[in-house]
């Protein structure tokens, strides 16, 4: 079915279909010197020290997670636990669960969708040694509190901003919060290089871990130096010396050289996604049959959340069905409660509080419609237009 109002189109013209062509002309499409450019370009985007690209976000966050648990002198093990929201995509907890770190669930704020820090201090036991702080479809969450509280207590801060490219919070760019902060570029995100994904940190154990990690635990990729190992005498062994339980998670040139055109574009497409932001807050804000999320800070607005008002006499079912009548396409807002999900069911969690009323508000009042760096105006009008009706 084409949609009027799809969640998501490509964002890529001949730019990028030159860039794939080079890399094809070149011959090299296995992980070479375009990935390393990215790499560079996309650290200095963000002021950080170092980047390293993987196949995806869900690859970024098993290796940020991975680097962790090898770490020297804070390693984190089996049985730790860790703070997280119970809303965030399938991958941000299952790296946690298979290095067996103990789940901490946290309800979201209903403002901005991410991690209540209000629960911070009654989530924290003398085992917590990690954190992750996740901002939701563009929004920053509160990084700044999440930081400081991670700074107070010694825990390792995974920042998942798979969704949440170029957003902004006092300032600071989104990504630049975590020891390890996770970027996926998967279609439909702030950029798409096919599938994709980037970790960025400072701490330079952490960065060799990741690149060890990255490419079957080998030390290949590894400069002269690292505090994570001593080179031997011969090159001979130094091909194929395996010195952590790694994956293969490369990305392929291809990848890196659609990143490079596409970070060209991101201002423009920010600027656009953030135009379509302010006619959407326009019409809904003041609403009361819908709550929208909150801007904290500036968001990268990946797409529109809405939850229904409890008031409101109907069935999200039916507004549903009204916008597939209507060609809007939508979805559940990332999955939604995550303690509703059937993978639950292998987590080692606790919930603290009890429950997350937020997060169940999400699961069965709310979903999501598309933002996309064009102009949107008819398609937001037509939205605001079906729902007004839906909702008399
Ligand atoms: C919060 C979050 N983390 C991780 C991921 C995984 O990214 P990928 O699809 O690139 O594996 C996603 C996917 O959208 C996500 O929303």
């Not at 770490?71 to 730790?80: A, E, T």
């Not at 400072?202 to 990690?213: K, R």
């Not at 809405?306 to 009204?322: H, Y």
Request: glycine share 6%; hydrophobic share 40%.
């Amino acid at each position: 079915m084409s949609f009027f109002y799809p969640i998501a189109l490509s964002t890529w013209d001949g730019e990028e279909i030159d860039a794939i062509q080079e890399v094809i002309r070149s011959d090299q499409f296995t992980m070479a010197g375009t990935v390393s450019r990215f790499e560079e370009k996309f650290a200095d985007y963000h002021g950080r020290k170092f980047a390293v690209m993987v196949n995806s976000g869900s690859s970024a966050n098993l290796i940020a997670i991975a680097a962790f648990c090898h770490h020297g002198s804070r390693k984190l093990n089996r049985g730790d636990e860790i703070i997280v929201p119970t809303l965030s995509w399938s991958t941000t907890y299952s790296p946690m669960h298979q290095y067996g770190l103990k789940f901490r669930f946290v309800d979201i704020d209903l403002l901005n969708l991410g991690l209540d820090t209000s629960q911070l201090a009654a989530a924290l036991t003398p085992e917590t040694r990690a954190i992750a702080g996740v901002s939701i479809l563009g929004n920053p969450c509160a990084l700044d509190e999440i930081r400081a509280f991670s700074n107070s207590h010694n825990l390792w801060f995974l920042e998942d901003n798979c969704e949440s490219f170029d957003a902004e919070l006092g300032g600071r760019k989104t990504g630049t919060f975590g020891d390890i902060s996770t970027f996926s570029f998967f279609f439909s995100h702030q950029i798409s290089t096919t599938e994709g994904g980037m970790l960025l940190m400072d701490d330079l154990e952490l960065y060799h871990l990741s690149l060890a990690l990255r490419a079957h635990g080998w030390t290949r990729d590894l400069p002269q130096s690292s505090p994570i190992f001593r080179r031997k005498e011969t090159d001979f062994f130094e091909q194929y010396r395996f010195i952590l339980p790694g994956y293969n998670v490369r990305p392929t040139e291809i990848n890196a050289a659609i990143g490079l055109k596409q970070l060209d574009k991101l201002s423009t497409m920010t600027t656009a996604r953030r135009k379509n932001l302010s006619l959407f807050e326009s019409l809904f804000e003041e609403d009361s049959r819908f709550k929208i999320q909150k801007e904290n800070g500036k968001s990268s607005s990946f797409c529109f959340p809405l939850i229904l008002s409890d008031e409101l006499n109907i069935s999200r079912d039916e507004v549903l069905s009204a916008l597939h009548d209507n060609g809007i396409e939508h979805r559940i807002i990332t999955g939604g409660n995550i303690l509703r999900n059937d993978v639950i069911s292998f987590y080692d969690h606790f919930v603290v509080n009890g429950s997350a009323p937020n997060t169940d508000k999400v699961h069965d009042r709310g979903f999501f419609v598309g933002n996309q760096p064009r102009d949107l105006t008819p398609q937001i009008e037509k939205l605001y237009k079906v729902l007004n009706i839906a909702c008399r």
